[in-house]
């Protein structure tokens, strides 16, 4: 375990999030030391992302006329990050709009099939 920790999420934190998540258990160590490694590196991709699309913007910017943007803007974060983590996901309840049942999937490819 690296307990030299400069710089990145504090332990305390993460623990408590980890612990209340969790119905108030117990939270070992190396488990709050695994999620803190896997945030912080979760955190440096979508770091990385944010970088590349704002070069992208800015070389638009520029060639439009415009000055380049300084300030990393949260639409700039949100677009991949929801993309990546919040997927949305449709739950259709019997007899909704798009809702089919075996017996028609499993009719039509058939039909599909035969012809």
């Not at 639409?75 to 929801?82: G, P």
């Not at 039509?108 to 035969?114: F, G, Q, T």
Request: glycine share 6%; charged share 30%; aromatic share 6%.
């Amino acid at each position: 375990m690296n307990n030299k920790r400069l710089v990145g999420l504090p332990y305390k934190v993460v623990k408590r999030i980890i612990s209340q998540e969790l119905g108030g258990q117990q939270v070992s160590s190396e488990s709050v030391e695994y999620m803190i490694s896997v945030l912080e590196s979760q955190l440096k991709e979508y770091c990385k992302e944010a970088i590349i699309k704002q070069e992208e913007e800015n070389k638009i910017r520029v060639i439009q006329g415009l000055p380049p943007k300084r300030r990393f803007e949260v639409s700039l974060f949100k677009s991949f990050v929801e993309s990546r983590i919040n997927t949305p996901t449709v739950v259709y309840r019997l007899g909704d709009e798009g809702q089919t049942t075996n017996r028609d999937t499993s009719s039509s490819s058939r039909k599909e099939l035969s012809q």
